[in-house]
């Protein structure tokens, strides 16, 4: 089935934004991108007038098995693996209806993700393509071993880390620092060893997978990025000698600066634990500070957004992308950071992550102008993954599809 968009702004995911542009697009990949028009034929054609045509938007730190509850430990303590299944597949299908056609898994009880990722990727499903850590390997008693394997030494995170990868996992996340979710703990302060990190960094290395750290407090930060760590994320602390081993490892920040903001924003009231709200509390103002100076600085940034943690819903990135473009980014490097960057920091960007010819066609087509006003991405016209529309606003609505 091939598809033609004529008169469409394509905002390409490297930069650049292109007034008038044609594509053509089948179930393999883009044909044609340039000044229109062409003659060549298409099944269907949509007149992109008044549209924006962007790469379909990655979110590289989600938890479909979480969808928003203010206790993340109930659902989790409550929730059996069926019930996990279910969760995760209707938090998927909201991720894709915000145009999100790529989502990273940070971590899941039972290796749901990882089960849902081979179930859509065998047509079984539909939903964005996964990419899943399955459960994160934490030290014993670690940030959020209520869902994670623990393991100690650096034998225990070898043999934690061949398990994940044999159990199908493309990303290990391990948890480098404590956490503003899991009681007991504290965020600042280091947990696995740059060792044991760099044990599981090298496994992930030699399976061709790779890794993510969450990691707020500096020395832990540090220690993730000189074991060789893909991602940091949240990076709450990072001073200037921690964004210079950023800089000089190739490592990428993924902040999920909507996380604090929305536990804050509710807080106990709606029913958050007390020691939550108080831990995010403290980290707001570091967190947002760090993650101006890393951008300053020239630090890769990909978009993720932490879904699935107190009142974080599934389907509203969006806030994501406005907290940064607050933060300094202009319209186009939070675009680029929302697909091309993401796409690089998992190692598919040859494949998808920009609006080229010979890409993949996960795309997404807005009514209006981004580069006007960023909030433009919540009015989605239209999904494709991989060139199938899986998404269709266009006949019955034009009202925000995240309105959930
Ligand atoms: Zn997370």
Same mark, same amino acid.
Do not use: W
């Given at each position: ?86 969760? #995760? /597949?209707? %938090? @998927?299908?909201? *991720? ?5 056609? $790529? =989502?990273?898994?940070? +971590? ?6 990882? #089960? /849902?990722? %081979? @179930?859509?990727? *065998? ?5 964005? $393509? =996964?990419?899943?850590? +399955? ?270």
């Amino acid at each position: 089935m091939k598809t033609k968009i004529t008169n469409v702004t394509v905002y390409n995911g490297l930069g650049g934004v292109f007034k008038n542009q044609t594509l053509l697009f089948d179930e393999n990949e883009i044909l044609f991108c340039g000044n229109g028009p062409i003659d060549k034929e298409a099944d269907i054609v949509i007149d992109g007038k008044g549209l924006s045509c962007l790469p379909g938007m990655i979110d590289m730190h989600v938890h479909l098995n979480l969808d928003g509850a203010p206790d993340i430990s109930k659902t989790i303590s409550e929730d059996n693996e069926a019930f996990a299944a279910f969760r #995760s /597949l209707v %938090n @998927a299908q909201k *991720q894709l209806n915000a145009g999100v056609t $790529t =989502v990273r898994n940070c +971590g899941s009880k039972y290796n749901v993700d990882i #089960s /849902l990722r %081979n @179930a859509i990727s *065998q047509g079984i499903l539909e939903g964005p $393509t =996964v990419y899943a850590a +399955g459960q994160p390997i934490v030290m014993t008693g670690g940030h959020c071993h209520f869902f994670s394997l623990e393991a100690d030494g650096i034998d225990e995170i070898r043999k934690a880390a061949r398990t994940q990868i044999k159990a199908g996992a493309d990303v290990l996340k391990m948890m480098a620092t404590g956490g503003g979710l899991t009681k007991g703990v504290k965020p600042g302060a280091p947990q696995l060893s740059e060792d044991e990190m760099q044990a599981a960094c090298c496994e992930a290395n030699n399976a061709g997978k790779t890794t993510a750290a969450h990691a707020q407090g500096n020395e832990g930060i540090k220690n993730a990025i000189r074991a060789g760590v893909t991602t940091i994320e949240h990076g709450v602390e990072l001073d200037d000698e921690a964004i210079q081993l950023m800089l000089e490892h190739n490592t990428y920040l993924v902040a999920t600066l909507s996380a604090p903001q929305n536990v804050i924003k509710y807080g106990e009231e709606a029913g958050i634990p007390k020691y939550a709200v108080d831990k995010n509390r403290e980290a707001l103002i570091p967190h947002r500070e760090s993650f101006k100076k890393a951008y300053k600085a020239g630090v890769k940034i990909a978009v993720g957004t932490d879904a699935g943690t107190p009142f974080n819903f599934h389907g509203d990135y969006v806030t994501e992308l406005e907290i940064m473009s607050q933060l300094g980014m202009s319209t186009q490097e939070v675009i680029q950071s929302a697909t091309y960057m993401g796409a690089a920091a998992l190692g598919v960007q040859e494949v998808i992550g920009s609006v080229e010819k010979g890409k993949k066609a996960d795309l997404l087509l807005v009514y209006g102008e981004p580069e006007e006003n960023i909030s433009t991405l919540r009015n989605i016209h239209s999904v494709y993954v991989n060139g199938k529309c899986m998404v269709d606003n266009a006949e019955t609505s034009r009202v925000p599809s995240n309105s959930y």
